[in-house]
């Protein structure tokens, strides 16, 4: 799972299979990058009820709208826009705020957190996909995911990798992603309660590791878990203490590589369970 060379093999795991392809190439920077935002935003955005455009939420053509959004802001990673295009967004937030969800706008998901804007997410996940691993192999391969959250990013990595393995700290999160996942039977996905800042050590190395929540530093345990040949994405905080951004750390059998990219804003990265 961790090597491949040539062109992309035929991945193993289900569901949007045949629009694996190449990792695009990397856009252009952008602004700072809101993931989060203040709950009563979100609440008065809910209360607005924009966009139905006359068409129902479970129709394709609402999610190839956000999807051409995402092109036009910069997304050139074939396989993320087609996950981005096939996974229901709408049915991972209440329904309340449901006919919200295939803007790009970030979602109160309870317990103070919020499900991330489809740009980030997307961001993320093709930066990862521009690792050396994934190049090689056309998938993500074994993959990490830190902060849960209601399952939605979980169910995108689901279409792109043959093995997730995803922590929540909060029990009430852990369990909604769970029943949100459930509908799809992904064998290939394992949702745990627990503390992400551990990694998973029974299920590393890992070639892909994502996380949805920003600390001071990167811990260490995910560098230790991250395969040779495999790529971290991370929100962090940001050169000098200032803000966050986004970290993409590569492992060579030499050691890391480390670089910095987009300043975002992410819900804190927080040790021990709740
Ligand atoms: N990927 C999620 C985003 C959730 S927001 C989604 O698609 O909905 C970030 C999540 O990280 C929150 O649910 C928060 O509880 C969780 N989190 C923060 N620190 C964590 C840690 N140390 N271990 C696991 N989860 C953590």
């Not at 190449?22 to 966009?51: C, F, I, M, N, Y």
């Not at 993959?143 to 990595?157: D, R, S």
């Not at 029990?171 to 992603?177: D, G, S, V």
């Amino acid at each position: 799972m961790s090597s491949g060379a040539g062109a992309p093999r035929k991945p193993r795991f289900p569901m949007a299979l045949d629009r694996l392809s190449q990792a695009g190439a990397p856009s252009k920077p952008r602004e700072t990058l809101r993931p989060q935002r203040p709950l009563h935003e979100a609440a008065r955005d809910a209360a607005r009820q924009t966009v139905s455009q006359g068409l129902g939420l479970d129709s394709a053509q609402v999610r190839q709208r956000m999807v051409q959004r995402l092109r036009a802001d910069g997304i050139r990673c074939e396989p993320v826009l087609a996950a981005m295009g096939d996974v229901p967004r709408h049915l991972f937030v209440d329904s309340a705020l449901a006919t919200q969800a295939y803007e790009d706008t970030s979602l109160p998901i309870g317990h103070g957190q919020t499900i991330s804007k489809p740009s980030v997410v997307a961001r993320m996940v093709e930066l990862l996909f521009e690792g050396a691993l994934a190049r090689a192999s056309g998938h993500l391969g074994r993959t990490l995911e830190v902060g849960t959250g209601c399952g939605y990013q979980a169910a995108l990595l689901a279409k792109l990798a043959p093995r997730v393995v995803s922590i929540e700290r909060l029990r009430p999160l852990f369990e909604k992603a769970g029943a949100h996942l459930a509908a799809w039977r992904l064998d290939h996905v394992r949702l745990l309660h627990g503390d992400g800042m551990l990694g998973h050590g029974p299920d590393a190395p890992y070639d892909s590791i994502i996380a949805a929540a920003g600390g001071d530093a990167l811990p260490a345990l995910w560098l230790d878990q991250l395969a040779i040949g495999g790529r971290l994405v991370a929100p962090t905080r940001g050169p000098g203490g200032r803000g966050q951004v986004l970290v993409v750390v590569d492992r060579h059998a030499s050691g890391c590589v480390r670089s910095e990219h987009e300043a975002v804003h992410f819900v804190p990265l927080k040790s021990g369970i709740g």
